[in-house]
T-cell receptor
Framework: DQQVKQNSPSLSVQEGRISILNCDYTNSMFDYFLWYKKYPAEGPTFLISISSIKDKNEDGRFTVFLNKSAKHLSLHIVPSQPGDSAVYFCAARGNNAGNMLTFGGGTRLMVKP | GAGVSQTPSNKVTEKGKYVELRCDPISGHTALYWYRQSLGQGPEFLIYFQGTGAADDSGLPNDRFFAVRPEGSVSTLKIQRTERGDSAVYLC???????????FGQGTRLTVV
């Protein structure tokens, strides 16, 4: 069973607008959440994270929101830029998981100029 | 470079053959992880090392898969009697300590024909 799900396989956004990528999880033992960005032929690159004790974390154009009661998190990118076009993975970790990450299936973001 | 290095970048092998995939972590990183990413899916955890020992190998799919890290640095993922279903991108990541940010290599694309 998929413990981390990204239900939108792709998203297309106009440059300058907001991109919102969503992620749902089922395991209530997850206490740390991360977003990774992946370009073709490269490994995933860490983007931003959030601990379960927070509901928001912001870093420049990127903000992650966590709704623990709904077991839902989202990544907001504003304003979106063409260089943001990539596959975005949501990942989660439990407090005793030794940094083992459980990933969602990814969302391909395309930012059109 | 200073990042995680994986060799080879691509490997094509015949069904039933044995393969070894190598990972050179970032110098000084004590934790090393292997993940497997099948087409259209997110990375799936295979095994992680803390130093020389495998701290968690619960993600290895069966006993054809084995990984070593004899000196606490370079790791080798070994797959015996390869099957077509083993075709995937094998990702390695390292982190300074467990539960600190993990950095991924570019992956090895394994194709079993």
């Amino acid at each position: 069973d998929q413990q981390v799900k990204q239900n939108s396989p792709s998203l297309s956004v106009q440059e300058g607008r907001i991109s919102i990528l969503n992620c749902d999880y089922t395991n209530s033992m997850f206490d740390y959440f991360l977003w990774y960005k992946k370009y073709p032929a490269e490994g995933p690159t860490f983007l931003i994270s959030i601990s379960s004790i927070k509901d928001k974390n912001e870093d420049g154009r990127f903000t992650v929101f966590l709704n623990k009661s709904a077991k839902h998190l989202s990544l907001h990118i504003v304003p979106s830029q063409p260089g943001d076009s990539a596959v975005y993975f949501c990942a989660a970790r439990g407090n005793n998981a030794g940094n083992m990450l459980t990933f969602g299936g990814g969302t391909r973001l395309m930012v059109k100029p | 470079g200073a990042g995680v290095s994986q060799t080879p970048s691509n490997k094509v092998t015949e069904k039933g053959k044995y393969v070894e995939l190598r990972c050179d972590p970032i110098s000084g990183h004590t934790a090393l992880y292997w993940y497997r990413q099948s087409l259209g899916q997110g990375p799936e955890f295979l095994i992680y090392f803390q130093g020389t020992g495998a701290a968690d190998d619960s993600g290895l799919p069966n006993d054809r898969f084995f990984a070593v890290r004899p000196e606490g640095s370079v790791s080798t993922l070994k797959i015996q009697r390869t099957e077509r279903g083993d075709s995937a991108v094998y990702l390695c990541a390292s982190s300074y300590f467990v539960n600190t940010e993990a950095f991924f290599g570019q992956g090895t694309r394994l194709t079993v024909v």
